[in-house]
């Protein structure tokens, strides 16, 4: 983990920056909030993959949009069976309700929406050992099951997201 980001956890108390054990895409990523007995279950956790750039923009944007729908999971990319939805090609104040949030780009999940139960789908699916299609899927299952909405949000500001950062050296 490079060293600014641990800088800037220390410097910015809401932020807390959690290493995971098991890395199969930046979904599960979620599962490491579960596991950290500090943390309040309030508010929101927002994930983000360690090897692509977030768009500067992203938590503001991401954090506006938990205040206009905070029951909600919010992303900029998702997928559904007729295709890609990406944040860009929204208008502005337009959302689409895709099946699977792409969660490479950043997910904000409320707390409010999340339960043992993604726990306990995780451990039936790893007990099995076989392999799965990503944790994006998985997680989007969950949601499904429980009646909880995944929305693409707009983005106001497209441009550079999604690119790869191979370099985390220095911050973006």
């Known amino acids: 983990m490079p060293e600014w980001l641990r800088r800037l956890e220390h410097e910015e108390p809401c932020l807390r920056v959690r290493d995971i054990d098991a890395d199969l895409g930046p979904a599960t990523k979620l599962l490491g909030p579960f596991n950290d007995a500090e943390l309040a279950r309030e508010g929101a956790v927002i994930t983000v993959d360690d ?37 860009e090609h ?14 490479y780009r950043g997910v904000l999940y409320p707390w409010a929406c999340l339960d043992e139960s993604l726990l306990e789908d995780w451990r039936a699916l790893t007990a099995r050992g076989r392999p799965f299609l990503d944790d994006d899927h998985l997680i989007a ?9 995944r929305r693409v949000i707009p983005t106001a500001h497209p441009g550079a997201g999604g690119a790869l950062n191979l370099r985390m050296a220095q911050p973006p």
């Open 51 to 87: 090897d692509v750039r977030l768009e500067p923009h992203a938590l503001e944007e991401l954090l506006a949009g938990h205040a206009r729908f905070p029951g909600e999971i919010l992303g900029f990319m998702g997928a559904s069976a007729t295709g890609f939805i990406h944040a």
């Open 141 to 149: 299952w969950n949601l499904a099951r429980r009646g909880i909405t």
């Open 90 to 103: 929204l208008g502005p104040g337009e959302t689409a309700t895709p099946d699977v949030l792409g969660g």
